[in-house]
């Protein structure tokens, strides 16, 4: 079974990487107004995106009330204030909630753009001045790429327990062998 422990590690290196921390908490804290405001349309927008492809769809249909309750509840938390391990955990819930169904990880990736471009519309709307908009649009784009982080991170764990529980074979293994680097021809 996986210990979330080294993906959350994984998490918070990020984190660093991008620069995440105090000051794109207060701006994203700033922002949970607008989310209520455009919340809702950038949700029927983000539904109505994945009607249009039949695999998307058939994961949806007949769920899309719940769904969307589901997806303001996740974008206010995108600006809840709290990034830490309960943040992390909720989101590797959702990556393994999509794992369950079958809904391959190329959808999440896609489907997040539209979740950033609608928000930077309504950022640049709302914003007293370009910097703010900036400083907004950046913690939002950072918070977005985490997100997409754990979700993906519970994809590959997936994976893996899958390949390990299939082969038989020790996880460090498989991971292992997945580290060799290929030849070149």
């Not at 309960?86 to 989101?91: A, L």
Request: one cysteine or more; hydrophobic letters at 40%; a negative charge.
């Amino acid at each position: 079974m996986v210990d979330t422990d080294k993906a959350f590690q994984t998490f918070e290196t990020v984190k660093t990487l991008l620069e995440f921390g105090p000051n794109d908490e207060v701006e994203l804290g700033k922002m949970t107004d607008l989310i209520e405001r455009h919340g809702p349309k950038i949700t029927d927008e983000f539904y109505s995106s994945l009607a249009k492809f039949p695999d998307t769809a058939k994961q949806v249909e007949g769920r899309v009330d719940a769904l969307k309750a589901t997806h303001r509840a996740w974008m206010r938390g995108l600006v809840g204030g709290d990034y830490g391990r309960g943040y992390f955990d909720s989101r590797w819930r959702i990556g393994l909630a999509h794992v369950r169904i079958g809904l391959d990880p190329f959808w999440v990736e896609s489907v997040m753009s539209i979740i950033r471009s609608h928000m930077a519309v309504a950022i640049a709307t709302e914003s007293a001045d370009a910097a703010e908009a900036g400083r907004r649009q950046a913690a939002f784009t950072k918070i977005c790429d985490l997100d997409l982080l754990v979700i993906n991170l519970s994809y590959g764990e997936d994976r893996l327990d899958r390949l390990t529980e299939f082969t038989g074979m020790k996880r460090n293994l498989i991971e292992n062998i997945i580290r060799i680097p290929r030849k070149t021809s």
